[in-house]
């Protein structure tokens, strides 16, 4: 009997809503980035706050497992080229998370040595 009234308890719970409400996708922040007018100032902005996200996330961790290492001398328009570049020769990745999309791409583009520091490029 108890077995009955588990069961039926959790068929009985309504599954997840299908997406988050707010959710920004790398197609939709192209859509903010790639025109040049007064929509760049919410793309900066998106990027800004993407990467201070990432790295508060970061300064959690130890050194030696950061993943992202950002050079003297970065500009928000430097950032926004570098994650534009990549989100443009990864066209099948337009659909996933902006937030997402920004990570892999500064990740790829500042990575750290492993002891925690910038490469030198």
């Known amino acids: 009997m108890n077995w ?3 069961l039926s308890l ?3 719970v309504p599954p997840p809503p299908p997406g988050v409400q707010g959710f920004v996708s790398a197609e939709d922040l ?3 980035c790639e025109p040049q007018d007064d929509s760049s100032a919410l793309c900066l902005g ?3 706050g993407a990467l201070d996200q990432l790295l ?3 300064a959690r ?4 497992r950061h993943t992202l290492c950002l050079p003297k001398g970065l500009t928000a328009e430097m950032m926004r080229a570098s994650v534009m570049d990549r ?3 990864n066209p099948t990745r337009r659909p996933q998370s902006a937030a997402e999309a920004v990570r892999q791409a500064l990740e790829a583009e500042y990575p750290c040595t492993a002891g925690g520091a910038p490469l030198a490029r």
Do not use: E, G, W
């Open 56 to 58: 508060a996330r970061q």
């Open 61 to 64: 961790r130890p050194a030696a």
């Open 46 to 48: 998106y990027l800004v």
């Open 10 to 12: 959790v068929t009985a």
């Open 87 to 89: 989100v443009a020769r």
């Open 4 to 6: 009955l009234l588990l």
């Open 30 to 32: 192209t859509a903010l």
